[in-house]
């Protein structure tokens, strides 16, 4: 064949290709590709009008049918906000196949043509209200399962188990619910949409009640200790609570038990902390924060660790302890990399609630808190509380409050001062740094044995008597408070270098104990009449002595007894007189 006639068959296919191209663009020339369909409606090859027109008409959806057994619901479309769009429906349908290049729109209407295309029709729905018509459904469909119950019935010195087994329940799926009613609006159909149910079966057989009573019997007085040594902290769990995560099937309710270690990880769960240190004059230190490790409780190694306690108890042990499994991070600046004078750890901490005190008390104690906080003890320098709080009066801005004075309760500035001398004493005991001046209170103070034995308290009068110590460390300490109004707490924390010394204190001797006087009430002007308000409970006179080691390794540094003679103190009320 000659180069010519090749010549003229290529153009004349050419030629034909192009015709054919146009007579089939010709074909689907103003119409919609055929195998198109919006939801339910069949457009395909339709005239763009005709499609437009059918569209109108058919696509709509006046009411959802939902059913459940022999029981049918109607919700009507208006009361869901349903409101189709069909010339946006009717756009998204006649653009197929048309408004892209020639190849695209023939690939697509081939699909078309072969699989056929459903485009979503365009609507709006109100989801609130739609949420709210499945919900009003749900509540009468609806059966609240009743889950088993282990109950421990005392009775004397005996407890007694007994196991409820449950109720069956079910639910309506309301998300699958909405999910099905969306399908159906986007296919524009009518079709009844049958309520998905989910059954909840918590109730146990009479064999599986019998296992767990038999499980529950076993724990019945028996307990277990979480323990969390690094921040003396503990949780005790006793058999109200081990009963509940009994499981049916043999094992333990994980569920649960992780719950319970969530909820316990809100009280230890904390950032690493970097230390920091800035003076704000010599001696006085006015932002401190120790370095502090951070904490993140093991959740898996606490579960796995409480299982196997609870399965340890069934083989007859009365009691587990649990060590709280710990993930701790560093800080990236350490205690003792934020300053050059020896501050690098807690040594000592004292501390003291003051509930049920009056608001001038708390505002004087708050006060001379404050003056303590921050204040650094060179190393052999002596500590006075007195020199450091200053002068304690009206002049310097403490209130009045009352005070135990020559054997009487009276109003006199700076009631509740002592508090924070008895507080620091307990810190410097604890730190053990040599106490050299210390007097106890002529009368036994309620706030001061609230979790303490009576006799670790130092009253303060100026000038004397004063509470005094000494650095004897070879590096600086500092004092920090903490105050907690809310909680009405009060605490001290010494901070500086620990050289291995070891702290003892006996528990307190009493002895000639004496009963108090009749209770003593007391006008007061700033209550209003007819209020009575206690502020001194009675507290029995008694002698008191406790002990105090302080050793580093086989040397001595401070051997102690501390002794405070108590009087027989009386209840004292305040009873209201003002008039308006």
């Given at each position: 064949?000659?180069?010519t006639?090749?010549?003229?068959?290529?153009?004349?296919?050419?030629v034909l290709g192009?015709?054919?191209?146009l007579?089939?663009e010709?074909?689907?020339w103003?119409?919609?590709?055929?195998?198109?369909?919006?939801?339910?409606?069949?457009?395909?090859?339709?005239?763009?009008?005709?499609?437009?027109?059918?569209?109108l008409?058919?696509?709509?959806?006046s009411?959802i049918?939902?059913?459940?057994?022999?029981?049918k619901?109607?919700?009507?479309?208006?009361?869901?906000?349903?409101?189709?769009?069909?010339?946006?429906?009717?756009?998204?349908?006649v653009?197929?196949g048309?408004?892209?290049?020639?190849?695209?729109?023939?690939?697509?209407r081939?699909?078309?043509?072969r699989?056929?295309?459903?485009?979503?029709?365009?609507?709006?729905?109100?989801?609130n209200?739609?949420?709210?018509?499945?919900a009003?459904?749900?509540?009468y469909?609806n059966?609240p399962?009743?889950?088993?119950e282990?109950q421990?019935?005392?009775?004397g010195?005996t407890?007694?188990?007994?196991?409820?087994?449950g109720?069956?329940?079910q639910?309506?799926?309301?998300?699958k619910?909405?999910?099905?009613v969306?399908?159906?609006?986007?296919a524009?159909?009518?079709?009844?949409?049958?309520i998905?149910?989910?059954?909840i079966?918590p109730?146990?057989?009479?064999d599986?009640?019998?296992?767990?009573l038999?499980?529950?019997?076993?724990?019945?007085?028996?307990?277990?200790?979480v323990?969390?040594d690094?921040?003396a902290?503990k949780?005790?769990i006793g058999?109200?609570?081990l009963?509940?995560?009994?499981d049916?099937?043999?094992g333990?309710?994980?569920p649960?038990?992780?719950?319970?270690?969530?909820?316990?990880?809100?009280?230890?769960?904390?950032?690493?902390q970097?230390?920091?240190l800035?003076?704000?004059r010599?001696?006085r230190?006015?932002?401190f924060?120790p370095?502090?490790d951070?904490?993140?409780?093991?959740q898996?190694g606490?579960?796995?660790n409480?299982e196997?306690?609870l399965?340890?108890?069934?083989?007859?042990?009365?009691?587990?302890?649990v060590d709280?499994p710990?993930?701790?991070?560093?800080?990236?600046?350490?205690?003792?990399?934020?300053?050059?004078?020896g501050?690098?750890?807690?040594?000592?901490r004292?501390?003291?609630?003051?509930?049920?005190?009056i608001t001038?008390?708390?505002?004087?104690?708050?006060?001379a808190?404050?003056?303590i906080?921050?204040?650094?003890?060179?190393?052999g320098?002596?500590?006075?509380?007195?020199q450091?709080?200053?002068?304690?009066?009206?002049?310097t801005g403490?209130?009045?409050?009352?005070?135990?004075?020559e054997?009487?309760?009276?109003?006199?500035?700076?009631?509740g001062?002592?508090?924070?001398?008895?507080?620091?004493?307990?810190?410097?005991?604890?730190?053990?740094l040599?106490?050299?001046?210390?007097?106890a209170?002529?009368?036994?103070?309620?706030?001061?044995?609230?979790?303490y034995q009576?006799?670790?308290?130092?009253?303060?009068f100026?000038?004397?008597?004063?509470?005094k110590?000494?650095?004897d460390?070879?590096?600086h300490i500092?004092?920090q408070?903490?105050?907690d109004e809310?909680?009405?707490?009060l605490?001290?924390?010494?901070?500086?270098?620990?050289d291995?010394?070891?702290?003892e204190?006996?528990?307190?001797?009493?002895?000639?104990?004496?009963?108090?006087?009749?209770?003593l009430?007391?006008?007061?002007?700033?209550?209003a009449?007819?209020v009575?308000r206690?502020?001194?409970?009675?507290?029995?006179?008694?002698?008191v002595?406790?002990?105090?080691?302080?050793?580093?390794?086989?040397?001595?540094?401070?051997?102690?007894?501390?002794?405070?003679?108590?009087?027989p103190?009386?209840?004292?009320?305040?009873?209201?007189?003002?008039?308006?």
């Open positions: 064949m000659g180069l006639k090749i010549k003229f068959l290529i153009a004349a296919t050419v192009v015709f054919l191209g007579m089939l010709g074909v689907y103003g119409r919609v590709a055929w195998g198109v369909r919006v939801g339910r409606v069949e457009v395909g090859g339709m005239k763009t009008e005709e499609a437009r027109a059918k569209i008409n058919q696509l709509r959806v009411q049918e939902v059913v459940w057994g022999t029981t619901t109607v919700i009507p479309a208006n009361r869901i906000g349903l409101l189709y769009e069909p010339d946006r429906s009717w756009q998204k349908a653009s197929l048309h408004d892209k290049g020639i190849l695209v729109n023939w690939s697509t081939g699909r078309a043509l699989w056929g295309m459903v485009v979503d029709p365009v609507f709006t729905l109100d989801e209200r739609l949420a709210g018509e499945i009003s459904i749900a509540s469909i059966i399962a009743v889950e088993p282990i421990i019935e005392t009775f010195k407890k007694r188990v007994n196991v409820s087994l109720e069956n329940g639910e309506v799926d309301e998300q619910l909405i999910s099905r969306r399908a159906v609006v986007a524009g159909d009518n079709e009844e949409i049958e998905p149910i989910v059954r079966t109730k146990l057989s009479d599986e009640a019998k296992t767990v038999t499980r529950a019997e076993k724990i019945v007085d028996r307990m277990v200790e323990k969390f690094e921040l902290l949780w005790d058999d109200e609570e009963t509940k995560w009994i049916a099937g043999g333990w309710k994980r649960l038990i992780e719950l319970w270690g969530q909820q316990l990880a809100q009280n230890v769960d904390r950032p690493a970097n230390a920091q800035h003076f704000v010599p001696g230190v006015e932002e924060k370095g502090r951070g904490y993140r409780v093991d898996l606490l579960t796995a409480i196997a306690a399965t340890r108890l069934l083989s007859g042990s009365p009691k587990e302890v709280l710990v993930e701790r991070t560093a800080p990236e600046v350490k205690t003792g990399d934020a300053n050059n004078l501050i690098k750890e807690l040594i000592g004292g501390e003291s609630w003051f509930v049920g005190s001038n008390r708390i505002y004087n104690l708050q006060k808190a404050a003056e906080n921050g204040v650094l003890v060179a190393p320098e002596t500590f006075s509380f007195n450091t709080v200053g002068d304690i009066s009206s002049a403490y209130r009045q409050a009352y005070i135990i004075k054997g009487r309760t009276i109003l006199g500035d700076g009631g001062v002592c508090q924070v001398s008895s507080t620091l004493f307990r810190a410097v005991l604890s730190a053990g040599p106490i050299e001046a210390r007097t209170h002529a009368f036994r103070v309620s706030y001061y044995e609230v979790k009576p006799g670790f308290d130092a009253t303060v100026q000038p004397e008597p004063d509470f110590f000494r650095n460390t070879q590096g500092l004092i408070t903490v105050y809310k909680t009405k707490y605490a001290f924390e010494i901070y500086g270098t620990s291995g010394r070891k702290v204190i006996s528990k307190a001797r009493i002895w000639d104990v004496v009963a108090p006087p009749p209770d009430y007391q006008d007061d002007p700033t209550l009449v007819g009575v206690e502020v001194e409970h009675k507290a029995w006179g008694a002698k002595a406790f002990d105090w080691k302080v050793t580093r390794g086989e040397e001595m540094l401070q051997e102690r007894t501390f002794y405070s003679n108590y009087r103190w009386q209840a004292v009320f305040l009873r209201g007189t003002k008039t308006n």
